[in-house]
């Protein structure tokens, strides 16, 4: 949610494309940047508003197009990756398995849910062959990340709401790294040729 100080000019916006946003943006930039000389203060202050709001407004549009592009690009990885850590976890609870692999296995199948879908998926269960450092150390930092929400009760879709069935709503976009900004989240990093392959190559090894 943002500011209190945004909420006021955002109801003037209603929900539109990010191109259309941009040149909200623009417009008013210009007309500060020509006029701000001749404009009354509270012209300026309203003005200033509008465009905190506005750039508000253009980062959650540019995430919702993310989560819509890389939820369509990933739905079968994620599909399967779900389906095989729930038949592992199952197999842990079926045969007895000891408290640290069955935690393993629940952690496994916090990961594949609550991976954030503003992300390129990194998937659980790679071709080992294409799988970089880069990629596992990545992987292991969303690990952590779920462990610790595990741990505190806070993952976006809980444990016990996944063995219902239950998955990320439409626009929710899962955990996100501690110490990691918004901006480097939303950022396409540049990938190797592991992390490149590792969704292609992925059913071969499922």
Known sequence: MPP?????PMGQFPA????????RIRDIERLLARKRDSLPDTVIIEKERSLQALRHELDQAQLKQKVRKNAKKYHMVR????????RKYKNALKNDADPEELYKRKVDLCYVV????????IAL?????NDSLSTRERREAFRDTVVKQLQSGSLPVPL????????LSEDGN???LENESLAELHE?????????????EFFESV
């Not at 539109?16 to 040149?23: A, F, H, L, Q, R």
């Open 79 to 86: 599909f399967f990756e779900r389906k095989k850590a729930m």
């Open 188 to 200: 396409e990093p540049s990938q190797g040729r592991g992390e490149v392959e590792e969704v292609d």
């Open 160 to 167: 016990e709401d996944i063995l219902k069935g239950k998955k």
């Open 114 to 121: 609550n991976f954030p879908k503003s992300e390129k998926y």
């Open 125 to 129: 269960y790679p071709n080992q062959e």
């Open 174 to 176: 899962g955990v996100t």
């Open 16 to 23: 539109v494309g990010s191109n259309k946003i941009k040149k």
């Open 4 to 8: 209190k100080s945004h909420r006021s």
